[in-house]
C-alpha cells in the first residue's frame, strides 16, 4: 500500500512524532532568538521626549541589521541602550556624528559652526559646548528639548549602544 502525505491509519505507529514537535520547537525558538537579536524587534514608546515625532503608547519596530552595512547618521530615529546591563531603551535622534563639534547657543544647534536646520524639535537647549566627538561616538536629543534625558545629560553615546533605527512611518498607532 503507498503511503499518502498524512495517513491517520500511519500516526498510531509512528515512533518518530514526538522527535519532530522537538525538533520543531528547538528551531523555531533558535529562529526567533535570532531575529529578535539581529534583524527586528518591536517596542513602545513610553514617555515624552519625542514628541511630536513619538508620542507616548506608540507601537515602534526596531531596524536592528541596517547598521551593519552603513553607520548611522544625522536625523536618524535610534534605540539605545546606556549599558550593557540596562534594560530601559531609550528613543533619540542622532543631532551629531563622530568627529563633529557641535554647539548649543541660545537654543540653536550648531554643526561645525553650521545652525542646524530643524523641522522637528523645538528649539530651548541650554548652552553647551563646543564638543568634539570621537571616533565612533554620537550626541543623541530628544525632538521635545525640555522634556528629554539626553547626550546632555549623559554624554556622547558610543555606536556599540545604538540597538537600531527606527522610521516614523514603521510606527503602529493603536488608539
Given at each position: 500500500m503507498r503511503r499518502k502525505f498524512f495517513d491517520f491509519r500511519f500516526v498510531r505507529r509512528e515512533r518518530r512524532r514526538?522527535?519532530?514537535?522537538?525538533?520543531?520547537?528547538?528551531?523555531?525558538?533558535?529562529?526567533?532568538?535570532?531575529?529578535?537579536?539581529?534583524v527586528i524587534s518591536s517596542g513602545v514608546v513610553s514617555d515624552y521626549s519625542m514628541v511630536p515625532t513619538l508620542r507616548d503608547g506608540d507601537i515602534f519596530l526596531i531596524n536592528k541589521y541596517l547598521?551593519?552595512?552603513?553607520?548611522?547618521?544625522?536625523?536618524?530615529?535610534?534605540?539605545?541602550?546606556?549599558s550593557p546591563w540596562s534594560i530601559d531603551w531609550y528613543v533619540k535622534r542622532i543631532i551629531a556624528v563622530e568627529g563633529e563639534t557641535i554647539l548649543i547657543r541660545k537654543g540653536r544647534v550648531y554643526i561645525n559652526g553650521q545652525l542646524l536646520r530643524e523641522s522637528y524639535g523645538d528649539y530651548t537647549a541650554p548652552n553647551l559646548g563646543p564638543a568634539t566627538l570621537g571616533p565612533g561616538m554620537y550626541y543623541v536629543m530628544g525632538d521635545n528639548r525640555l522634556n528629554s534625558f539626553d547626550s546632555r545629560n549623559f554624554g556622547p553615546v558610543h555606536r556599540s549602544r545604538i540597538e537600531g533605527r527606527i522610521k516614523p512611518g514603521e510606527l503602529f498607532a493603536f488608539r
Open positions: 514526538p522527535y519532530r514537535l522537538a525538533f520543531i520547537l528547538f528551531w523555531s525558538i533558535l529562529l526567533w532568538m535570532f531575529v529578535h537579536r539581529f547598521y551593519f552595512f552603513r553607520p548611522p547618521q544625522r536625523g536618524d530615529i535610534v534605540v539605545l541602550r546606556l
